[in-house]
């Protein structure tokens, strides 16, 4: 009988779960992911990340962090700022291309979204300046 109860208890809290809806903030990317090439020695560059909220509740970023001193992010609208449903921001991230080197970054978002801890990615290759 305590078998049968338990089980019985178990599966009225699965479907009870299942059917609640998820209705916090989610943001959508136009891309997450950018490749800038070759990229001049000295010459500082940048892309901007625009993101919609296709969530239900508003979505608020909390924090935009980097890996390093030489890739610095900004966010529109500022962190703490909500971003109702439908509505866009965007996220630019400019990376100081001092190194003749090939790079691979990332920017570490943090937010109340669905997914609260999301990354993009910039790629490339500096290319030594020519004299």
Do not use: R, W
């Not at 969530?55 to 608020?60: F, H, M, R, S, V």
């Amino acid at each position: 009988m305590k078998k049968i109860l338990l089980i019985c208890s178990v599966l009225i809290g699965f479907i009870a779960l299942s059917s609640m809806s998820d209705n916090t903030a989610e943001f959508k990317f136009n891309e997450e992911t950018h490749d800038f090439g070759n990229v001049p020695q000295g010459k500082p560059v940048s892309f901007v990340f625009k993101y919609t909220n296709v969530g239900d509740e508003p979505l608020i970023i909390t924090s935009v962090e980097s890996t390093c001193g030489c890739t610095v992010p900004s966010v529109e609208p500022k962190q703490g700022t909500p971003v109702k449903k439908g509505e866009s921001g965007s996220i630019t991230i400019t990376y100081n291309a001092a190194v003749a080197a090939p790079f691979n970054k990332y920017v570490k978002i943090t937010s109340n979204s669905k997914t609260p801890l999301k990354m993009l990615y910039i790629k490339g290759e500096v290319v030594a300046a020519a004299n």
